[in-house]
Nanobody, 115 residues
């Protein structure tokens, strides 16, 4: 089992910034992808960004490209999401995601962007 603890969500005005963190613990050996998804009210969960733990392969949703930056610290088993130029449409619950042989999800952290 992998446990994920997220932090960094909150309320911010449009144009502001937030940084999300997600620390993995437990059976972390073999994790090959870390990332973030989000789910807005009434919508399906969608990919925000992912990063491989080896080689640094990165993938962003078109809607966040150029505004969000994903990074990782393998020594700390932590993935980060720096979110700049936030928009009201970025409002959602953000979920940390890691993939090993199975996929694991965090409990979610609320990000609210006011206009």
């Amino acid at each position: 089992q992998v446990q994920l603890v997220e932090s960094g969500g909150g309320l911010v005005q449009a144009g502001g910034s937030l940084r999300l963190s997600c620390a993995a613990s437990g059976s972390i050996f073999g994790i090959n992808v870390m990332g973030w998804y989000r789910q807005a009210p009434g919508k399906q969960r969608e990919l925000v960004a992912t990063i491989t733990t080896t080689g640094g392969g990165i993938n962003y949703a078109d809607s966040v490209q150029g505004r969000f930056t994903i990074s990782r610290d393998n020594a700390k088993n932590t993935v980060y999401l720096q979110m700049n130029s936030l928009k009201p449409e970025d409002t959602a619950v953000y979920y940390c995601y890691v993939r090993r042989s199975l996929s694991y999800w965090g409990q979610g952290t609320q990000v609210t962007v006011s206009s």
